[in-house]
């Protein structure tokens, strides 16, 4: 959820509160914990800083701190760095300062990639929540002796001390870190998983006018039109899902689950639901132009090519692949629609051919594994983010982008409340 404080009469200061790490259900659920924040944030225009929250008398930071710690700054790139600020919890005890985990976490940053992260007291800050406790005993009749209400009062008066401290840190000396900068391998691969299915989406379907104009000779042609969901869905690839024809092409329609901890409309498990932010539906429109065609098979290429370009990136920086590469895992989902078409329909010819061109791409963007792949040293990230920005203006491809957008401020507005 987000919080927005009103400063003043001009100042308005969102807090992200985010899952923490850890979580008893496992690192799976870390894993899940993690995207959803690097989601979250994906949506903002800019960020102010990164609060760490630490505990003053930690006898260790165990891996997962390390390595989420690690994901979060490697995902918003080296630049960072002076926008990370440590808020340490329950400082009473350690006299408001880090106490003991201060060494460990020195020595944590030191072994992260991006180097040189500032841990000083400009961008340290140390509270105790023990006089809030007092406060609501006060409030329900409980009693105190001298001393401890002079421990609280201290308590009180050094928090709101370094709370107004953090706030002027904030939103004075600190240079706001802008989107635009944003620039990292993690936060590239990101951005290509978000635009996966547009691509994909549009590969086929271009697949199929194509299809179209070359054995029917059609002027009519099938056009996606995407719509936004409003809740958070997933499309289960177990259940069987309503077909239907457009000029001959037999085409699964979108049909999206509520999933919570459990699927709303189905009973299989959560590996069978993957996550969509749109659902499509399709019109047919009458085109009989010439460079129509011509621009269709232009787009064609220059997405078919784009994506391997792609490839070649995630190749040269996933550790494991098979399953952070984003295309394959669709695509493989794809030829599977196109064989049931063709398995449940005897009218199936044009989606036969669908489903050969289908696995000629598949072969096709295998083969790169074949050829030699690039050291992550000279990946050029410069142009990753070049195409990633050339095919998101391709006009449909936009248009799902444009409503997987609208998904997600629906969300960011259904997470925030105003403070007052």
């Not at 800019?46 to 995902?75: G, M, W």
């Not at 006060?138 to 370094?162: H, L, M, P």
């Not at 990633?388 to 982008?401: A, G, L």
């Amino acid at each position: 959820r987000s919080y927005v404080f009103t400063i003043g009469t001009r100042t308005k200061l969102r807090l992200i509160d985010t899952p923490g790490m850890g979580d008893t259900r496992g690192p799976d659920q870390d894993d899940l914990n993690m995207q959803h924040i690097l989601s979250f944030i994906n949506n903002l225009s800019h960020l102010n800083a990164i609060c760490i929250l630490l505990k003053p008398n930690e006898s260790r930071l165990n891996f997962v701190f390390r390595s989420y710690f690690s994901q979060l700054t490697d995902f918003l790139g080296e630049n960072i760095r002076n926008n990370i600020i440590f808020c340490f919890t329950n400082t009473r005890a350690t006299f408001f300062t880090p106490g003991n985990t201060a060494p460990l976490l020195k020595e944590t940053l030191a072994n992260l990639p991006i180097k040189h992260i500032p841990f000083n007291k400009s961008n340290t800050f140390c509270f105790d929540n023990e006089s809030f406790r007092y406060l609501i005993a006060i409030q329900n009749g409980i009693n105190f002796d001298d001393f401890q209400k002079e421990e609280y009062q201290e308590s009180w008066i050094n928090s709101v001390t370094e709370s107004n401290r953090l706030l002027t840190h904030i939103c004075g000396p600190l240079k706001t870190y802008p989107y635009i900068e944003w620039k990292s391998i993690n936060h590239a691969q990101f951005q290509i998983n978000q635009i996966s299915r547009p691509i994909l989406e549009t590969i086929r379907n271009l697949f199929r006018n194509l299809i179209l104009y070359e054995e029917k000779s059609s002027t009519l042609f099938i056009r996606l039109y995407p719509i936004v969901v409003l809740h958070s869905s997933t499309m289960c690839t177990k259940c069987k899902r309503m077909m239907k024809n457009y000029n001959e092409f037999w085409i699964y329609l979108d049909d999206p689950h509520t999933f919570s901890d459990k699927c709303l409309n189905c009973r299989c498990s959560r590996r069978r639901h993957i996550d969509v932010r749109y659902k499509l539906d399709y019109e047919l429109s009458d085109n009989a132009n010439r460079q129509f065609i011509d621009e269709m098979k232009s787009t064609l290429y220059q997405v078919k090519q784009t994506i391997l370009e792609f490839r070649d990136f995630f190749v040269a920086t996933s550790r494991t692949l098979k399953t952070n590469d984003p295309f394959l895992s669709l695509l493989n989902q794809m030829i599977e629609e196109e064989n049931q078409i063709c398995e449940l329909k005897t009218n199936n010819s044009l989606n036969l051919i669908l489903y050969k061109n289908l696995n000629q791409f598949k072969e096709e963007y295998e083969q790169i594994q074949n050829v030699s792949i690039p050291n992550k040293n000279s990946i050029n990230l410069n142009k990753i983010y070049k195409l990633i920005q050339q095919i998101s203006r391709i006009d449909i491809i936009e248009k799902q982008i444009d409503v997987i957008k609208q998904y997600h401020q629906t969300y960011m507005n259904e997470q925030e409340k105003e403070v007052s």
